[in-house]
């Protein structure tokens, strides 16, 4: 996906889907909002993370959610892999580069 985000489509159902992230350190996914929920666990690493007006930092075994329509965004802390949940399915990732 550009700039060291690398998107692993793992599988799709009816109401959800799920992703594997591998991000390269510093690499930034910026800020966006969608309309789905979003629920992530980070392997590996870790995050800058904003969600609305909370800045916060996530290291390996944390997790997130993010409810619709919120704005947020990700900068990897090192070397990191997660795993995000997103409901309705998403399949449009435009905010990344």
């Known amino acids: 996906m550009g700039k060291g985000v690398i998107r692993q489509d793992i599988g799709p159902g009816e109401r959800m889907n799920v992703l594997h992230w591998n991000i390269a350190d510093g690499g930034e996914v910026k800020l966006h909002q969608h309309p789905q ?3 992530g666990y980070v392997i590996k690493g870790g995050f800058k993370m904003i969600v609305g007006d909370e800045k916060t930092i996530l ?7 993010i409810p619709p329509d919120i704005l947020h965004s990700f900068v990897a802390i090192g070397e990191t892999e997660a795993i995000d949940v997103f ?10 580069e």
């Open 59 to 65: 290291k390996a075994g944390d997790s997130y959610f």
């Open 87 to 96: 409901s309705p399915v998403k399949t449009d990732f435009p905010w990344t």
């Open 37 to 39: 929920e979003q629920f």
